[in-house]
T-cell receptor
Framework: GAVVSQHPSWVICKSGTSVKIECRSLDFQATTMFWYRQFPKQSLMLMATSNEGSKATYEQGVEKDKFLINHASLTLSTLTVTSAHPEDSSFYIC???????????FGPGTRLTVL | GQQVMQIPQYQHVQEGEDFTTYCNSSTTLSNIQWYKQRPGGHPVFLIQLVKSGEVKKQKRLTFQFGEAKKNSSLHITATQTTDVGTYFCAFTGANSKLTFGKGITLSVRP
């Protein structure tokens, strides 16, 4: 069964609105989760590391005030795209690293379309 | 920073043919991972290699880590239509962060 879930699986919103995406680790607790963005026919780009109990760390070029990350519990991280614009339309995927290992389990992704 | 290169980005094969793709780095890697992403899907972990010269097999898939730990290969024997998808190599750096290559999208003609 699924190890990581994401909700919603897809969302369409108007420009200027905010969208919240949830990522849940179903099988184990995760003090760290990762958020990626994938544009069509491109690779996955790490956006930020979600840390339970502390602030998220963002990759260079990712606006922390635009992509708000909250690691609410050991099994839940949320990504909020604030004031979304068409250029934010993308496939957002979270991942959870296995405890003590390098393997990462990816969520099914959320396809965001901003009109 | 460290990067991995995957060239070409697309490859088309006839069903039944073998397929090999490579992942190259200019620096030594501590590990290499391979993921498969089906069209419309999310990446799924296939394998991790950590030792110099390591070879691992999964049914028709053979993965190899180079002796210098700067390159890796994925070989598929007798491709099937179920092998269609994008194959990414990736490595973990500091804080378990994964860095992905651009991937190679494999299409298989039945």
């Amino acid at each position: 069964g699924a190890v990581v879930s994401q909700h919603p699986s897809w969302v369409i919103c108007k420009s200027g609105t905010s969208v919240k995406i949830e990522c849940r680790s179903l099988d184990f607790q995760a003090t760290t989760m990762f958020w990626y963005r994938q544009f069509p026919k491109q690779s996955l780009m790490l956006m930020a590391t979600s840390n339970e109990g502390s602030k998220a760390t963002y990759e260079q070029g990712v606006e922390k005030d635009k992509f708000l990350i909250n690691h609410a519990s050991l099994t839940l991280s949320t990504l909020t795209v604030t004031s979304a614009h068409p250029e934010d339309s993308s496939f957002y995927i979270c991942s959870v690293p296995t405890p003590g290992g390098d393997e990462q389990f990816f969520g099914p992704g959320t396809r965001l379309t901003v009109l | 920073g460290q990067q991995v290169m995957q060239i070409p980005q697309y490859q088309h094969v006839q069903e039944g043919e073998d397929f090999t793709t490579y992942c190259n780095s200019s620096t030594t890697l501590s590990n290499i991972q391979w993921y498969k992403q089906r069209p419309g899907g999310h990446p799924v972990f296939l394998i991790q290699l950590v030792k110099s010269g390591e070879v691992k097999k999964q049914k028709r898939l053979t993965f190899q880590f180079g002796e210098a730990k700067k390159n890796s290969s994925l070989h598929i024997t007798a491709t099937q239509t179920t092998d269609v998808g994008t194959y990414f190599c990736a490595f973990t750096g500091a804080n378990s962060k994964l860095t992905f290559g651009k991937g190679i999208t494999l299409s298989v003609r039945p």
